[in-house]
């Protein structure tokens, strides 16, 4: 029994000791399986680190060569990316760096088992500086490169010696040597593949896959006046779209000026263009990349350029993209007719109407010549005008409606006529004198007798009064006009005079309408008075003008010289012949003086006039306008000249009264003032990126239209409250 109970302990002492010896053996193996998987996990580990080059370090920031690939892997292709890091305020450049910089350069030579590669460019952003404009990137960018290798799955040793500029206030250019080197072996990515994926999908696509396509890139205008226009759609509402334009090297292009339909997804880009200094230089036919870029969504497309058939230009409720040129010069025709009825042309409607009155009983031939040389005077001193805008824009100068009346020695002489005008209907002269100057002032008021020349100087002087006015559609075709060249100013200035010459053209074509006025009595004699007061209104309003202009001291003495020649005309019917010669002969030299004198002077005094201003309205300031939308606010720009009439009749019966004004008053709605009666560069600029060449010119910003939501000329309290609402979404409705 004892033997039998030791040999059981003894097998059993035996299983147990084999099985501890096999779980040993299993935890051994274990153990080094554990081993061999860190030191597999290490070594991928090393790898890749290994995958970027060493940074090199610079005072404003680093440089590295990365790799998506911890090996070279068995394929063609190697998935790379040059890493820039930036200090804050400093930029690298893009490829087409704008107007100063250069973009980064890549040398691979001594590099070992590589052919070539191509380096992307993700959408970069603009930056204006000192009237510079410079495409780059700031803080970091990866440019992804795809590089090619000469015999696959072999080891790939790079080096890539790159020249790049940096740049914040100065500009400081490095040389960095880069070195990476890569395995053979199979592929492993790395932490930096998702890195230069994500960069290579900020670069612009191209083809059917874009988000964004340009449909139309066109070239406007010709010499200094060249204009491209680009039309571009998006799958979704755009939202700030700019365009990057890469063409010959000697032409510049400009910050793009952005209009969008209200559709939302539909936007025309009107880029100014500074061409080389060369007769057969020609933008039309030539091949340009372009490159727009909205947020996130980015696009790129070669497009051979063409002739422009279609200008953009914003129609009086802001919503147009494009007309044709046909549809220009209606709208121009229309615009014209409209003038007639704007409040700055009183005295000319006072002119026509005593040239009316003046034909009854005469014959109708009369009355249609009389009445075609007053239509010849208005389109001919229209195609004067267009002269002038070809003139200024040859000569690189700013043009626009109504900008004559910006110069002090204008104003004068237009006082000096106003006021030979209005003492001519009061009766103090009525006699014919030679020259041009006292039988256009003698007859321009169309009394029986008069000649032909007298009527042609009544429409050209009916034409210098109606350009302080402005109407509907007549900014739009003037905005087409004066973005084009010599031959559509002069077509649009021509139908301009047109429609402002209608209703003398339609009395000139059934003449038999003046046998149903009243006939000239007594009663003219006070109408004659009451329309020269009028004009004597006219005058001191210009007066008023002057004296914001030029200063009060200047403004008196140029009062004074009208009073002396209202004092010589009075004494001019008990003058001799030859003393009443010598009298025009002193007019003319008092209206020189006057001239001469209101241009000597600066617009100093105008300046002081502005400090004591109400609190309502700010000075008008372009950066202040993002700053103040940044915040939630609503912003209204208007865009005023003393000289403007218009812009007055807007003021009294809309900015100044009712909701509008209770909502400047109350500081709900920001108001900027930008004054343009003296010349100023910053505000011709302004309304340029508009496509507007004259005023009134209103603009409403906020959070839900940054780029502004435009009035018409003809303000009313139901479109600038839309407005408002339009332009500040939520914030409107609480501010009130």
């Given at each position: ?258 209009r969008i339909a209200s559709t939302g997804n539909e936007g025309l880009m009107r880029i100014d263009v500074q061409p080389p200094n060369r007769p057969d230089a020609r933008l039309a036919g030539e091949t340009v990349t372009l490159t727009v870029v909205d947020g996130d969504l ?25 007309y044709g040129f046909l549809a220009i010069l209606g709208l121009a025709i229309l615009g014209g007719l409209i003038l007639n009825l704007m409040p700055c042309v ?391």
């Open positions: 029994m004892r033997c039998t109970l030791s040999y059981i302990i003894g097998r059993i002492e035996k299983r147990v000791n084999a099985n501890m010896f096999r779980v040993k053996c299993l935890s051994i193996r274990r153990l080094y399986a554990q081993i061999a998987m860190l030191a597999s996990l290490l070594a991928i580990g090393g790898a890749a680190s290994a995958a970027t080059s060493a940074r090199f370090e610079h005072d404003h920031g680093t440089v590295r060569l990365i790799s998506g690939g911890a090996t070279a892997g068995g394929g063609e292709t190697l998935d790379l990316g040059l890493q820039f890091h930036m200090k804050p305020g400093w930029k690298v450049y893009w490829r087409s760096p704008g107007d100063a910089g250069f973009p980064p350069e890549v040398n691979w030579a001594g590099s070992t088992n590589f052919a070539h590669a191509k380096m992307a460019w993700p959408a970069p952003e603009r930056f204006s500086v000192l009237n510079l404009e410079t495409l780059g990137y700031r803080k970091e960018v990866v440019f992804p490169i795809t590089a090619s290798v000469l015999e696959p799955g072999k080891d790939v040793a790079l080096k890539a010696r790159v020249r790049f500029l940096t740049c914040d206030d100065i500009c400081v250019p490095y040389e960095a040597n880069l070195t990476l080197n890569l395995p053979a072996g199979a592929d492993i990515n790395t932490p930096q593949s998702g890195t230069i994926q994500r960069w290579r999908a900020k670069v612009p696509a191209s083809g059917d896959r874009a988000p964004l396509s340009i449909d139309r890139a066109e070239v406007a205008g010709s010499g200094k006046t060249t204009a491209l226009l680009v039309r571009v759609t998006g799958s979704d509402a755009l939202k700030s779209p700019d365009l990057y334009v890469e063409g010959p090297a000697d032409y510049g292009f400009a910050k793009p000026v952005v980015a696009v790129e497309q070669k497009v051979t350029l063409r002739r422009a058939e279609a200008v953009a230009a914003a129609s009086s409720g802001g919503d147009a993209i494009g009183l005295p000319v409607l006072s002119i026509k109407l005593l040239s009316v009155v003046g034909h009854g009983g005469e014959a109708p031939s009369r009355v249609r010549a009389g009445f075609l040389a007053s239509a010849a005077g208005i389109v001919v001193c229209f195609l004067l005008l267009g002269t002038v805008a070809v003139a200024l824009q040859s000569a690189g100068l700013a043009a626009g409606w109504g900008i004559q009346f910006q110069q002090p020695a204008f104003l004068a002489f237009m006082v000096a006529v106003i006021t030979l005008f209005a003492l001519n209907m009061w009766g103090l002269f009525e006699i014919h004198l030679p020259g041009a100057v006292s039988e256009a002032a003698v007859n321009a008021s169309g009394q029986a007798g008069s000649g032909i020349r007298g009527h042609f100087m009544s429409g050209a002087f009916a034409t210098l009064l109606a350009t302080p006015c402005t109407a509907p559609f007549l900014g739009t075709a003037v905005g087409f006009a004066l973005s084009r060249g010599a031959i559509e100013i002069y077509a649009v200035f021509l139908a301009l005079g047109i429609g402002l010459a209608l209703p003398w053209i339609a009395v000139a074509a059934f003449p038999l309408l003046v046998n149903r006025l009243p006939k000239p009595g007594p009663w003219m004699l006070t109408l004659k008075r009451i329309l020269s007061i009028s004009l004597i209104g006219t005058a001191l309003w210009l007066l008023s003008v002057l004296w914001f202009q030029i200063g009060g001291p200047a403004t008196t003495m140029i009062a004074l010289l009208m009073v002396a020649i209202a004092f010589t005309v009075w004494q001019y019917r008990h003058l001799s012949e030859r003393a009443r010669f010598a009298t025009w002969v002193v007019i003319g030299l008092l209206t020189v003086i006057s001239m001469v004198g209101a241009d000597s002077f600066t617009y100093a005094a105008r300046d002081r006039f502005v400090a004591i201003e109400d609190n309502t309205w700010r000075k008008f300031d372009l950066t202040a306008i993002d700053a103040e939308i940044a915040k939630g606010n609503t912003v209204l720009v208007d865009v005023t000249a003393d000289w403007c009439l218009t812009c007055q009749v807007n003021k009294s019966l809309v900015l100044d009264r009712g909701q509008v004004a209770e909502l400047l008053g109350a500081g709900s709605i920001i108001a900027m003032k930008a004054d343009w009666t003296k010349p100023d560069p910053a505000i011709t600029a302004y309304l340029k990126s508009y496509g507007r060449f004259g005023i009134p010119f209103n603009v409403v910003y906020g959070p839900t239209a940054p780029r502004g939501v435009p009035l018409p000329e003809i303000l009313t309290e139901s479109a600038v409250m839309a407005a408002f609402e339009k332009a500040g979404g939520k914030n409107a409705h609480v501010r009130r």
